[in-house]
């Protein structure tokens, strides 16, 4: 499917420090999803959100779906070396779903 | 829960062979199922949507005769990559959505990698 707006496309941290990263359409969607994945495997769901304005937090990640339904935006506080690897937003609208271009993190311990 | 089991996880073969991958879900039964393809430091390109029980849908400039999609039960989508060749070399990844809801996410396997000889 189409690309979504991801931003940034790599970021450089020291551990410890918190991450944000966001992504923005042109179009509605119903459901906003954000994914991990590590070299050589399939992505990992880490946060799902269903509605307009909802945030929602897993551990030391928060997201959050926006207002206009066209924008997600996902943070991580106090990164650890194992934040490391690729982050993707998706926008989900019936049976269609968007990637953004992905986030790469490099956490430096 | 909502565990995709994909396989092989890494094949190479000489080009002219037709490759199978297999992408199960292992604890709920899913109409739904995707087909991507990776390129390295890319993000995710749909190939197709397989359902259940009917023929699969393609992204535009994909190949149905080159790419066959069987989703023959609940927990089972198969696609075959036809006369294989270096081009096709790439990430393969497969997804399930848990229920009928449109609304649920997708599960990711863990990938079949690709290399043609």
């Known amino acids: 499917g189409q690309q979504l707006n991801q931003s940034p496309q790599s970021m450089f941290i020291q551990e410890g420090e918190d991450v944000s990263m966001n992504c923005t359409s042109s179009?509605?969607?119903?459901?906003w999803l954000w994914y991990k994945q590590d070299p050589g495997e399939g992505p990992v769901l880490l946060i799902a959100?269903?509605?307009?304005?909802e945030l929602t937090s897993n551990g030391r990640l928060t997201a959050q779906f926006g207002i206009t339904r066209k924008d997600s935006f996902l943070n991580i506080s106090a990164s650890i070396p194992s934040d490391v690897g690729i982050y993707f937003c998706?926008?989900?609208?019936?049976?269609?779903?968007?990637f953004g271009a992905g986030t790469r993190l490099t956490v430096k311990p | 829960g909502a565990v995709v089991s994909q396989h092989p996880s890494w094949v190479i073969c000489k080009s002219g062979t037709s490759v199978k991958i297999e992408c199960r879900s292992l604890?709920?039964?899913?109409?739904?199922m995707f087909w991507y393809r990776q390129f390295p430091k890319q993000s995710l390109m749909l190939m197709a949507t397989?359902?259940?029980?009917?023929?699969?849908?393609?992204e535009q400039g994909v190949e149905k005769d080159k790419f066959l999609i069987n989703h023959a039960s609940l927990t089972l989508s198969t696609l075959t990559v036809t006369s294989a060749h270096p081009e096709d070399s790439s990430f393969y990844i497969c997804?399930?959505?848990?229920?009928?809801?449109?609304?649920?996410?997708?599960?990711f396997g863990d990938g079949t990698r690709l290399s043609i000889l």
């Open positions: 998706a926008g989900q609208l019936n049976n269609d779903m968007r």
């Open positions: 959100l269903y509605k307009a304005g």
């Open positions: 179009s509605i969607f119903n459901t």
């Open positions: 997804s399930a959505r848990d229920g009928t809801g449109v609304s649920q996410p997708q599960h």
């Open positions: 397989s359902n259940e029980g009917s023929k699969a849908t393609y």
């Open positions: 604890d709920f039964q899913a109409t739904t």
